[in-house]
Every structure is written in C-alpha cells, then in structure tokens.
C-alpha cells in the first residue's frame, strides 16, 4: 500500500488567479497592515499571486506564454475589478512585487480579447485612477512605478486625452521641478510623452487651453534649474512642429512675450540652452508675417542680437555649415528688419 502525503502541484486556472490576486490584495485592509506579522503574511500572499500572474503572461524562461490563459486572465482581471486594487494598494507592496506588476500591466494593457483592449476599457470606465496615479507622484516611494504605469496607459489615445483635459495634469508642472531627481525626470518623460504621443490631441488640447499652458510653461522655460529648463526647451521645438500643431506655433511666434523668453535665453550661461532657444528663435525672426510689435522688439534690440549671435557656435563640426548658413539668413533679416523707419509705437 502506497500512501501520497502530498497534492500533486495542479496550477491555478486564470479564473482562480484572479480570484487569488482579488482576495489577497483585498486583505491588505486597514487592520492588517497595522499588524507587522500579518502584513508581512498577506503580503507574501501577494507576492506569490503577482509573481505567478507575470509567469501565466510572459512565460518562463522554459514555457512560452498559453495566449488563451493570457486572454482568459485579462478578462477576469478586468470582471473582478482587480485593476483598482493594483491601483490603489501599489503603495502597501514590496519593490519586488511593484516590479512584477508594472511588467504584467504593459501586457495586461496591450491585450485584446475579441478585438477589445478591456484593460484599457476598464480604465476609460474607471479615468479617477488616472487622477490617482497622477497625485502619486507626489508618493517618492511608488513615483516611479506609477509613472511606469502612467506612460502604458498614455500610449492609448483616450487615456492621454483625459489626462491633457484633466485637472491633474497641471500638477505635472509642479512635478518636472521636484527636488527628488529621479522623480522628477520621471514626471518630465510622462509630461513628455502627454504631449508628443498624440498630436492630433496635443492639437485639440492646445487650441483651447492656450494662455494657460503657456502660462505655466514660460515658468519652465525661465526656470532657475538647468535641467528643467533644458528639457522644456526642447520639448517645446517638439510638440509645437508637429503639422496637427502648426496653427498653435503661428500664434506662438506672433507674441511678443515669447519672443522675449526666447532672447532671455540666448544669454543663457549654458551653450546647449543657447543652442536649443535658437532653433526656436529663428522662427519668430525667419516668419514672413511677422506682426509689427515682434519687427518692433527685434528692430530695438537689433545691436545686442547681432553680437549674440556672431558669437554662438555649435562647436559640433559636421553641423557647423549648417548652423552657420541659418544663422547667417537671421543675422541679414534682422538687420533688413532694424532699417524698417516704420516701426515706432
């Protein structure tokens, strides 16, 4: 007689996984995390769950991934809500499980089951957790995941729409320039990507709510951090020539107070930023409609321009012709402009 005095292995179905997830994230209650022993219990619940989640949906280094589990998973996770509570108990996790979890979420996300993405459907029914992950930046402990999270979902029209729309988003702001570094050039490649992934609605968005974008980025381009002022400067040549976008630089180049940024920061200690507000620059100057107030500042300030920009130099050898043939056309305009005997006010 031959007794088993174990259960032979049998691996969850997707239902039961989800299930699983549901009940042991669900446990992480109020109660439970004011208790060390059982919270650290119910959290190697979790980590156990997520872990065999992320095995079902990217496979193993031995198994290839079953895409009907995967399928079959995406669904219940979505019927059972559990995206929520990934959401909002991702603070109460380990690093291992946050880790784990944002690798399944950029699969989770992409997955279609009868032609339907439902992870993203889930959170176009449920666009609060969006807000949610937003606020977390403010979280140094889970900024990064959530921003790892932010950019999957930001890959899909109608999730980066909301967010451009939405309050939250003028947090990104306040964000870019947090003194945690790691943080904040997190928060600057989620800002980023809002406003580049999608131009048709970086257009929309744009179109009406200009002075107040314009507003708070002027602050990002004057900013007393290097950094910051960097990466707006280029971000801003980005998303202003994209096509859906070419209305907005019209009325950006026609005004007179981004013209005086842009001159502010060819003064700027930093060559690379110099370089950056030129690009931008020759198109307030290389712009045949140029309004009479722009003619005006550019003719004003004609002596202190010229000596600036007979002085820059990209210092990059093959791009030097290039530069130089450019800054040679802005240099004759601006003087052609400084002759005009038409502009005083």
């Not at 007689?1 to 292995?9: D, V």
């Not at 939250?168 to 003194?179: D, G």
């Not at 400067?233 to 009325?251: A, G, Q, T, V």
Request: charged share 25%.
């Amino acid at each position: 007689m031959s007794f088993s005095f174990f259960k032979p292995f049998r691996p969850k179905t997707p239902q039961e996984l989800a299930k699983a997830i549901k009940d042991s994230l669900m446990a992480l209650d109020t109660k439970t995390v004011a208790e060390v022993k059982a919270l650290e219990k119910a959290l190697e619940e979790v980590d156990k769950n997520i872990m065999t989640m992320r095995t079902m949906l990217s496979g193993d280094c031995e198994v290839e991934p079953n895409m009907d589990q995967v399928s079959q998973l995406t669904l219940e996770i979505c019927n059972e809500d559990v995206i929520s509570l990934f959401i909002h108990k991702l603070s109460i996790l380990g690093w291992e499980a946050r880790k784990n979890l944002v690798h399944s979420w950029s699969i989770l996300l992409k997955q279609k089951v009868d032609s339907v993405c439902c992870c993203v459907q889930y959170m176009e029914n449920h666009l609060e957790l969006l807000d949610f992950l937003v606020v977390c930046y403010d979280n140094k402990e889970i900024a990064l995941n959530c921003g790892n999270v932010l950019r999957e979902c930001i890959k899909f029209p109608t999730l980066a729409k909301y967010i451009l729309e939405s309050p939250s988003f003028e947090l990104f702001f306040k964000f870019v320039e947090l003194p945690n570094f790691d943080v904040a050039s997190d928060a600057f490649s989620t800002f980023k990507d809002l406003l580049t992934k999608h131009p048709p609605a970086v257009s929309e968005f744009l179109t009406t709510h200009y002075n107040e974008f314009f507003e708070q980025y002027e602050k990002l381009l004057t900013s007393a951090n290097y950094v910051t002022r960097r990466q707006s400067l280029k971000l801003l040549s980005e998303f202003l020539l994209e096509p859906p976008s070419s209305h907005i630089m019209k009325r950006y180049i026609a005004e007179v107070r981004h013209l005086k940024v842009m001159m502010t920061l060819l003064k700027d200690s930093s060559k690379n930023i110099q370089i950056s507000a030129f690009h931008i620059f020759k198109v307030f100057v290389a712009n045949p409609s140029k309004p009479r107030e722009i003619k005006f500042i550019l003719a004003k300030n004609h002596e202190k321009l010229l000596v600036l920009l007979h002085d820059l130099s990209p210092g990059r050898g093959g791009e030097d012709d290039q530069f130089e043939e450019e800054k040679e056309l802005i240099i004759k305009e601006i003087e052609r402009v400084s002759r005009l005997s038409n502009l005083e006010s």
